[in-house]
């Protein structure tokens, strides 16, 4: 979908009407709802905390940069307050101090509770897109905040009481979410380039154990570890590396989603244990979130992809030794007392348990908070964070991107592999390249509308006909694509840019390095022949020496670069996995250039290309 490969990401009309215990609507209670007007921003709620009572929840408004203070048991909006922008999670420090992780803002929020009244205390810088946290506790006192630093590849070790980062621990990379143990006395990451679960001691920092999830996981969501601090889950989707076809979407050999058990905090990776979530004919779509009762006995999934909150009774779950296979395992899906799957509707994403029973999810795409029965299956209460009176476009563009029902039988949806309307890293055998066996790396969509001609190969030239092939092929939908349907996608990719690079001055300069790097690409490097303009791209296809011979396309269209630095796998097929290694093995300045490069001058070339 985005110039040089629109890998994945694909938009039906519907799917097949199945299992309707799990696809239909439930009765619920709607709280009123805020004024809304054609000027106000989508709340987007991500993530959610509660107080220790379970009487409140404190929201994180990932596109009003808010959160929003609710009396659950009311179903009451408080408060909102502004707080920066990109909040991507939010915990309770104490009963009247909460932290937002702010990933568009390079910065924590600490907002005071007095009462039924949020105020904004601080905003503190903290380093590179930081996204989740956990709270270290010892004798009912926070000790210390973790915070992932998710295009730096660290956790920041934060004092809670002053706001600013003690130090920092070096982790897997593109690190998102993060667990304690009940105990406090382990801190595990999940890493997703590639897909890892990295253990440190709290106390000492010391790495335990760095254990990859194996068959080729990705999109790591937010694990849980058990009461007796033995084991960790983890929900994430797993890439099988077959063709995208639709007889193997359907047979779940394209992508699955499964739930994987590891021994805490060390052991084999033999010690792993994964089971299939799918259902034949309706799969999950994006699982992103787990959590436990307090009691252990239940795992509460969130699903964002199919809309849906999935309920396991964890001493009933059939963990298969070896392969896991690709679904659900029967006599798991048989037993309608320890699994369930309640529609929810819209993007349910972070949640946590209230009580035993009752779970309160934070969803994205509806603006609001929900709280769901758990015993009686379904959403008791909604309560409406604010939003517009209408859709725009790209928000309709935005719900079709996310939506997994509009792929067959609900396998995935475009963030699938365009994770958050970027990358997943991941490759993929479609027929964008001309046929099958040259899997290729997705790409970024950001800028994706100003960066083309379309395909690594560049032969598609008008991104409305690519979006739809992608749609009809990738995704494999069984029905028409409309015209309004492209038209919303193409809204909502407009909105995807570059983040603000972090590899810069405070004024937003290059380095010194940098600027001599500047120059080596517009000089002697060569880079600027193929990579110019805005988005350092180009509209033409070039003879590189990088195709492979199940490459039926032998020229390539040069990928921009801007956002370089987020990015973990490089090159047409990911063969490369830093920029040093492009630079030093596979695309070398002599041979484009004719010239090699002293050690300076490719160290300040680095330092340019990050800065973009």
Same mark, same amino acid.
């Given at each position: ?105 390079d ?68 690190p ?24 440190? !001691?709290?106390?000492?920092? /010391? *790495?335990?154990?760095? $254990?990859?999830? &194996?068959d080729?996981?990705?999109?790591? %969501?937010? =694990? ?22 639709t ?24 010690d792993q ?27 509460a ?5 199919s ?18 296979? !690709?679904?659900?395992?029967? /006599? *798991?899906?048989?037993? $309608?007392?320890? &699994?369930?799957?309640?529609?929810l509707? %819209?993007? =349910? ?14 969803n ?33 563009g ?25 990358t ?36 598609q ?81 070039y003879?590189?020496g990088?195709?492979e ?64």
């Amino acid at each position: 979908m985005h110039a040089r490969g629109w890998i994945t990401c694909g938009v039906a009309l519907a799917v097949m009407a199945v299992w309707s215990w799990c696809r239909a609507e439930t009765p619920q209670t709607q709280a009123t709802a805020p004024n809304a007007s054609a000027d106000q921003p989508h709340r987007s709620p991500v993530a959610v905390a509660l107080t220790d009572d379970g009487r409140l929840a404190l929201s994180a408004n990932s596109t009003s940069g808010s959160v929003s203070l609710v009396d659950v048991s009311q179903g009451k909006l408080l408060q909102e307050l502004t707080v920066g922008a990109g909040p991507a999670d939010v915990v309770w420090i104490n009963s009247g101090l909460a932290a937002v992780s702010l990933k568009d803002a390079d910065s924590l929020a600490f907002v005071r509770r007095t009462e039924e009244v949020l105020t904004l205390e601080r905003v503190v810088a903290i380093g590179d897109e930081p996204r989740g946290m956990v709270v270290h506790r010892a004798d009912g006192q926070a000790l210390r905040l973790f915070v992932t630093l998710s295009t730096s590849d660290q956790i920041a070790v934060v004092n809670p009481a002053t706001g600013l980062v003690e130090a920092t621990w070096e982790t897997g990379g593109v690190p998102r979410t993060l667990a304690i143990s009940p105990n406090g006395r382990w801190l595990a990451s999940c890493c997703n380039s590639p897909a890892e679960i990295l253990v440190h !001691d709290t106390q000492s920092g /010391e *790495l335990i154990s760095r $254990r990859k999830v &194996f068959d080729v996981a990705f999109n790591l %969501g937010t =694990p849980v570890v058990t009461p007796d601090n033995s084991l960790l889950l983890l929900p994430h989707a797993v890439n099988r590396g077959f063709p995208v076809t639709t007889r193997n979407i359907e047979i779940g050999w394209v992508i699955d989603n499964r739930l994987t058990k590891f021994p805490m905090p060390d052991g084999e990776v033999g010690d792993q244990k994964q089971m299939g979530l799918d259902v034949h004919a309706a799969a999950v779509g994006d699982a992103h979130a787990a959590v436990l009762s307090p009691d252990g006995k239940w795992v509460a999934v969130s699903c964002g992809g199919s809309h849906e909150l999935l309920m396991l009774q964890l001493d009933a779950i059939p963990w298969p030794g070896g392969d896991p296979g !690709d679904f659900l395992p029967r /006599e *798991l899906e048989r037993n $309608r007392q320890a &699994f369930g799957r309640i529609p929810l509707g %819209g993007r =349910p994403l972070g949640l946590q348990f209230s009580g035993t029973s009752t779970v309160v999810v934070a969803n994205a795409l509806k603006n609001s908070l929900q709280v769901v029965d758990l015993a009686g299956r379904k959403v008791v209460r909604e309560i409406p964070l604010g939003g517009p009176a209408e859709l725009s476009l790209a928000r309709r563009g935005e719900q079709l991107f996310y939506d997994a029902d509009r792929s067959h039988n609900s396998w995935y949806s475009c963030h699938t592999c365009h994770t958050e309307g970027h990358t997943s890293q991941q490759k993929f055998d479609t027929r964008n390249d001309g046929g099958y066996g040259a899997p290729k790396l997705t790409p970024t969509l950001r800028a994706v509308t100003a960066t083309g001609p379309w395909t690594w190969h560049g032969w598609q030239t008008d991104l409305s006909d690519a979006m739809r092939r992608s749609l009809k092929e990738s995704m494999s939908t069984q029905k028409e694509i409309t015209a309004a349907d492209t038209a919303a996608l193409l809204a909502y990719l407009e909105t995807l840019e570059p983040a603000p690079n972090p590899h810069r001055t405070s004024a937003g300069d290059l380095t010194e390095s940098a600027r001599r790097g500047l120059a080596v690409f517009e000089g002697k490097g060569g880079c600027a022949d193929c990579h110019a303009g805005d988005h350092l791209t180009s509209d033409k296809v070039y003879t590189v020496g990088l195709a492979e011979p199940r490459d039926r396309m032998r020229e390539f269209n040069p990928p921009t670069l801007r956002g370089l630095y987020t990015r973990r796998r490089f090159l047409h097929d990911g063969r490369a996995k830093s920029l040093e290694e492009v630079l030093s093995e596979h695309h070398r300045p002599e041979d484009i250039a004719g010239e090699a490069l002293s050690e300076q001058e490719l160290a300040d070339l680095l330092s340019y290309l990050r800065s973009l």
